[in-house]
């Protein structure tokens, strides 16, 4: 068990002393935890449910609804844990806690969510609070994984595009403030997929809501994400259809064909494509024989659709509408099956049941026309596209983007093209943005955690089996304490060494390490070292 991070990570001692007013609740947190629901009420449109001490180690029971698949929480630290229910219009209203630390550092972090979800991440509230954050986590304005709950409400929807963690950040930091008697220092994000969007919309439209923003697989572009994942059903179809893909050829054989003909591009035969804009697919090369009939073979009608999933999509006009789906994420079964449900992603079904349509709408036949106006419609621009992003830049905030490179729900590709569009539209090169952005390539990591690179670098607790370690917080190998020490002590990450534990459980060690770089600059293994240790690798 951890701790507490500053003290042992040492150079950010100092920010735990002296913090002013804490000695009111040190000496009796209990009872101060007790009083605070109460003292909460009185912020505007907030009822609190309950505050109550919980000691680390509890194994809390949830209240949370039965989709989100978090009927349980372990706590890594002791904490004052306060629910509470803020009214956001008088159709709509988020349900949020905070978990506040006895060890509290003087931060605020805010957490986000995934996919459609109105599901607080307790997870994430867990690993905040144990680095001693006070940390605060809202289930996005509806309980539940579905996105039932925005059909005819706008106001949901509302809370879902921005307003949920806006008003999250806004009470959370009142809370902070009334319980250690005491602002917090300095402010961050931490939040991957929806939870990513969630963070560059803070980024971009509530620039001062945070110092420093970690934000992962960033779900932008949102409509035309939703579009591009239903269309997989289109190029796909369902099980009797001619172009139908089993798992088992996904996985045994075009995966296979795809290391074939790519793994080897970076030097390093070891199932990682380190950067997939290298490798240029071809799944001809798996195509019947004239006369032969295998299931170790692809038929020309699943070879093109190979290529279709593997093409960038465009709408009517030629305008590019999503980036393609980058080689390497198909064998993972770490995400729902995009390619062989047999129906569109179950994302697009409800977006366009629930946002664009209606529940009776048959998205079974959506085509470019219902892909274009689910783009016009962008609701609340859930676009989170904006391109200039001077006032985070001129309160000298701070991002830390990261994407998996085999990530199969959201493409890569399409972070590059954001992070290039910001670079244009502020008229600043990638040495200039580095100043303030950073977007780090993770190779071989699915969708926000797993895979087979070295995807474990702090970004989270997702994934990993048992305890995390003191060592794990070091900020050369944790995005989220490199991004306390660029914001609090201006030392920017210029790698972030990502680890492979054996089955993904830190105690059974270490079976590799990665260094991973920020875009532009691409990881290059030097030839000759051993390419399990990242000294072997350079960002060039
Ligand atoms: C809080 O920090 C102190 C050292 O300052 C440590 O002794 C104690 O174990 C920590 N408690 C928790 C619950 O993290
Ligand atoms: C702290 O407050 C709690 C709850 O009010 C009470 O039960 C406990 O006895 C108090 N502890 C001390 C040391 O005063
Ligand atoms: C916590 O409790 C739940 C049952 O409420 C149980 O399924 C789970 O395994 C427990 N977790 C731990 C780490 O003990
Ligand atoms: C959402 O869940 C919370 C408990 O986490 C509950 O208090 C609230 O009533 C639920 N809201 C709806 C609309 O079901
Ligand atoms: C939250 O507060 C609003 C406004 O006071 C109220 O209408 C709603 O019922 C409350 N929700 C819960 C789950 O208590
Ligand atoms: C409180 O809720 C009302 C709508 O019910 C909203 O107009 C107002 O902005 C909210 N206030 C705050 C501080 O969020
Ligand atoms: C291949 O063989 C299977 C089983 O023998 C048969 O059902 C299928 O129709 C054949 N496909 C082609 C394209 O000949
Ligand atoms: C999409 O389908 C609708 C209704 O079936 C049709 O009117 C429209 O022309 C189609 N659009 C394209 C681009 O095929
Ligand atoms: C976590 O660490 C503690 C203390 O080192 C140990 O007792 C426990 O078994 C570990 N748990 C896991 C899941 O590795």
Same mark, same amino acid.
């Given at each position: ?35 605070? =629901? ?95 954050? =006070? ?212 994302? =697009? ?35 989170? &596209? ?49 100043? &303030? ?44 304490? =490199? ?58």
């Amino acid at each position: 068990m951890l701790q507490n991070l500053f003290l042992v990570a040492g150079t950010l001692a100092p920010l735990l002393q002296g913090l002013p007013g804490t000695d009111a609740i040190s000496t009796n947190f209990t009872s101060a935890c007790e009083d605070i =629901a109460s003292r909460a009420s009185s912020i505007h449109n907030t009822t609190a449910f309950f505050s109550s001490f919980v000691p680390v180690g509890t194994n809390l029971t949830l209240d949370s609804d039965p989709t989100c698949g978090t009927p349980s929480q372990v706590t890594f630290s002791d904490m004052c844990r306060v629910a509470l229910n803020v009214s956001t219009s008088d159709q709509s209203g988020i349900i949020m806690e905070a978990w506040l630390p006895t060890n509290w550092t003087g931060r605020f972090l805010s957490t986000g969510n995934g996919g459609l979800a109105g599901c607080i991440q307790y997870i994430d509230l867990a690993y905040g609070a144990e680095l001693g954050f =006070a940390t605060v986590g809202a289930n996005n304005g509806h309980n539940g994984s579905s996105g039932e709950a925005f059909y005819e409400h706008p106001e949901v929807l509302k809370d879902f595009v921005y307003r949920s963690v806006h008003t999250n950040v806004i009470v959370g930091k009142e809370i902070t403030k009334m319980f250690y008697g005491a602002p917090h220092t300095f402010s961050y994000y931490s939040g991957c997929s929806t939870g990513g969007r969630q963070g560059f919309k803070s980024v971009q439209d509530f620039p001062e809501d945070f110092d420093g923003v970690l934000a992962g697989a960033p779900a932008l572009r949102f409509s035309n994400l939703m579009s591009w994942l239903g269309r997989f059903f289109n190029i796909l179809g369902t099980p009797d259809s001619p172009s139908f893909i089993t798992t088992d050829q996904w996985v045994g054989l075009i995966h296979e064909n795809i290391l074939k003909q790519c793994d080897k591009i970076d030097g390093v035969e070891d199932g990682i494509i380190e950067d997939p804009n290298l490798c240029d697919y071809k799944p001809e090369e798996l195509m019947c024989s004239p006369g032969s009939n295998s299931s170790d073979c692809l038929t020309p009608t699943q070879v093109d659709a190979v290529r279709q999933v593997f093409s960038p999509m465009y709408d009517l006009n030629g305008n590019l509408m999503y980036s393609k789906q980058q080689p390497g994420g198909e064998n993972i079964a770490l995400v729902p099956p995009i390619y062989t449900s047999g129906q569109p992603v179950v994302f =697009a079904l409800d977006w366009f049941h629930y946002v664009v349509y209606n529940p009776s709408k048959d998205v079974t036949k959506l085509n470019l026309t219902d892909y274009q106006l689910a783009e016009d419609l962008n609701p609340f621009n859930i676009a989170t &596209f904006e391109g200039d992003i001077s006032a985070f830049k001129a309160r000298n905030g701070r991002v830390i983007a990261y994407h998996g490179q085999a990530d199969m729900l959201v493409s890569p590709a399409d972070t590059e093209l954001y992070y290039n569009y910001v670079s244009r539209t502020m008229g600043l090169p990638p040495t200039e943005l580095d100043d &303030f952005l950073r977007y780090f390539r993770i190779s071989g990591m699915s969708h926000c955690f797993g895979g087979d690179g070295a995807w474990e670098f702090g970004q989270g607790l997702e994934g990993l089996v048992g305890n995390f370690s003191t060592e794990m917080l070091d900020p050369e190998r944790n995005a989220l304490t =490199a991004l306390v020490r660029w914001v609090e002590e201006g030392i920017a990450p210029d790698t972030l060494l990502g680890t492979k534990y054996v089955n993904d459980t830190p105690s059974l060690g270490v079976e590799f390490s990665r260094k991973h770089c920020r875009y532009p600059l691409r990881n290059t293994y030097d030839g000759v070292g051993d390419s399990s240790i990242p000294e072997s690798w350079s960002c060039q």
